[in-house]
Structure formats: C-alpha cells, structure tokens
C-alpha cells in the first residue's frame, strides 16, 4: 500500500505565493510520474502539472510561467511553488503517483489541500 500526504496549503492573498509538497511512503517503487490536479468548486477535476522521474514536466496552460514543480526520487516526494496566485487558482489540490514497470501500472491519490487565494 502507498499512502501520498500533502501540505502547504492555505490563504493568500492575490499575487502571493504557496508552496505545496507532497511525499509518498510506503511499498513505494519504480515511480514513473508524480503530478498536481486540482478541483474548484463546480468544476472537474483538473491537470495542474506533473513531471517524470526522469525530471520533464508538464504544465497546464493556466499554470504554464507561474507554477513550478520539482521531484525528488530519492525521497519519493513532489513539489509545486505557485507564484503570481490567482483567485481563480482556489481549489483542493491533489497529490498523484503513478508507479510501476512491465504493463503493470499503480494510481495513488493523495486527499488533498485546500488552496483559497482571495483578499
């Protein structure tokens, strides 16, 4: 079993910035991508980024100069700095991994953190 536990959510003020992390533990192993969702209110959940264990990310259109996140294969964890928040940017994060090799392949997500960007 793999359990992903975020932090770093919270309230900021428009144009802030947040920092969220995200570490997995657990039967952790051959981890191919760790990536960031998001779900505002009313809407669907959304890609925000992800990126490989091998370092290329992805990034949302929305979060595309704004957002950044980074990988530590070693501890198994996922980041994502948010700068320039928008009140559009208010959602519940989701941490996601996505392991395994030879056609076998696990999802794991984490329960989310709450981002409010408002003044």
């Known amino acids: 079993q793999v359990q992903l536990v975020e932090s770093g959510g919270g309230l900021v003020q428009p144009g802030g910035s947040l920092r969220l992390s995200c570490a997995a533990s657990?039967?952790?192993?051959?981890?191919?991508?760790m990536g960031w969702y998001r779900q505002a209110p009313g809407k669907q959940r959304e890609l925000v980024a992800q990126i490989t264990s091998g370092g290329t990310a992805d990034y949302a259109d929305s979060a595309e100069g704004r957002f950044t996140i980074a990988i530590d294969n070693a501890k198994n964890t996922v980041s994502l700095q948010m700068d320039s928040l928008k009140p559009e940017d208010t959602a519940v994060y989701y941490c996601?991994?996505?392991?395994?090799?030879?056609?076998?392949?696990?999802?794991?997500w984490g329960p989310g953190t709450q981002v409010t960007v408002s003044s």
């Open positions: 657990g039967n952790v192993f051959a981890v191919n991508v």
């Open positions: 996601t991994l996505e392991m395994g090799e030879r056609g076998t392949y696990y999802d794991y």
